[in-house]
Nanobody, 123 residues
Framework: VQLQASGGGLVQAGGSLRLSCEAS????????TGWFRQAPGKEREFVSG????????YYAEFVQGRFTISRDNAKNTVHLQMNSLKPEDTAVYYC?????????????????WGQGTEVTVSS
């Protein structure tokens, strides 16, 4: 499965962006999906995850109430709606997918990764 992340860009603090992760394979609907981010000089960290049917969602504490993950399996796409962005949200955002993901925060549980999309939030 190839994943294509898009939607990043430059936005002012308080603004919004909507990231998309589109898969090349319709079997993507069978994969749990997550978003991770990596800021310059920092390790990659979990942002949000969603089960393959979309019935459960998971968020890192630092994005709770600001970000919303969703999926449209008919379009092989997962979205991350990011509102009330802060300068500390600046990072490259990666989407990832896995067939069996037990702990969504663990990057090693995901088999497929997109190339990343850059988000810059100015103060």
């Amino acid at each position: 499965v190839q994943l294509q992340a898009s939607g990043g860009g430059l936005v002012q603090a308080g603004g919004s962006l909507r990231l998309s992760c589109e898969a090349s394979d319709p079997t993507f609907s069978n994969y749990a999906t997550g978003w991770f981010r990596q800021a310059p000089g920092k390790e990659r960290e979990f942002v949000s995850g969603i089960t393959w049917k979309g019935g459960r969602t998971y968020y890192a504490e630092f994005v709770q109430g600001r970000f919303t993950i969703s999926r449209d399996n008919a379009k092989n796409t997962v979205h991350l709606q990011m509102n009330s962005l802060k300068p500390e949200d600046t990072a490259v955002y990666y989407c990832a997918a896995g067939t069996v993901v037990t702990h969504y925060v663990h990057a090693y549980e995901y088999h497929y990764w997109g190339q990343g999309t850059e988000v810059t939030v100015s103060s």
